[in-house]
């Protein structure tokens, strides 16, 4: 493991006014957001896609870093060039998604266990001759009835500190990602309890696993209420309840947390982020990590078409300034004009 190395990456991830662009979306996911503009997903539409953010002009002033998917990996620009080599020549660092999605977990009805262990350390090797300097690993946790039970959040625990122990032996950069899911009516105290239970136990299983914490990145959920329930999600609320768990259980040597956005739309979630960090004081970065809060209004722009390319980099540009200044604190103030 060189430790170094780690570090560094780890660091520049999250360097200041910089965050990650996640265009992980899996085969199924990427289907889903297609279906919603009319486009038919298949490798050369997802190839013209993932081109579009890729290139566009300046987009390295904001991302520090974008997570692909194995089929995007192993794609090429118009140019021949393939996209990892592309976004480092950019200034971008290239990573991947290694989990290999969600089953259903035995004996506990409604809860989820990822998969993606098997077969990890060669499957990196690879990746490391690719370039790949960092990877991403999700597994998701479900508020309900009786849910979650302890025994899946420490199995999810378990899994998400091996996989970072096999990162680190390839000197990949393991972001540890335990989403919560959004979707349902719990309440802002179910959120918060349930994010400083799971993150209480990853990091428990990080420390039993070795992992070199300030070699790594936590990719986390808000404490945030249900999406269905009745209360609209207030961001100084959102920002003062997530705070309070990191403070209680995060380490101090951890280099930054980048939050993924969930289903909140882009402007809530550069909101959060933004009053996140206008409270936060350190030890670790708070940056950004978003999927659907940096694409959403692209993809509408887009629609599939040749002639809409430039101005579907322009929203996507704008997105990303958006949420570059929500790592300092200064999107509301930009906002309201406020100096
Ligand atoms: P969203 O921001 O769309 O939630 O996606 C981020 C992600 O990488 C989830 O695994």
Redesign the pocket.
Known sequence: MNRQLLEKTASALVTPKKGIL?A??STGSIKKRFDAINVESNPENNRLYRQLLFTTPQIEKFISGV?MFDETVRQTTDDGIPFPKYLQKRGIIPGI?VDKGLKDMANFPGEKIAEGIEGLRERLSEYSQMGLKFA?F?TLTMIGDNMPSDTCIESNSEVLARYAALCQEADIVPIV?P?IFMEGKHTMDQSRHVLQKVLKETFIALDKHKIYLKGMLL?SSWAHPGLDGLNKPDSKEIAKATLSVFKEILPDELPGVV?????DSPED?TSHLDALNEIHKGPWKLS????????EPVLKTWLGKAENIKLAQEVFFKRAMLNSLARTGEYKKEMEGVQ
């Open positions: 996640a992980d979306e997570i998604k991403k999700r990602e989403e990719k939050f993924l956005s969930g289903g979630s950004f990590s978003f999927g659907r809060a940096l694409q």
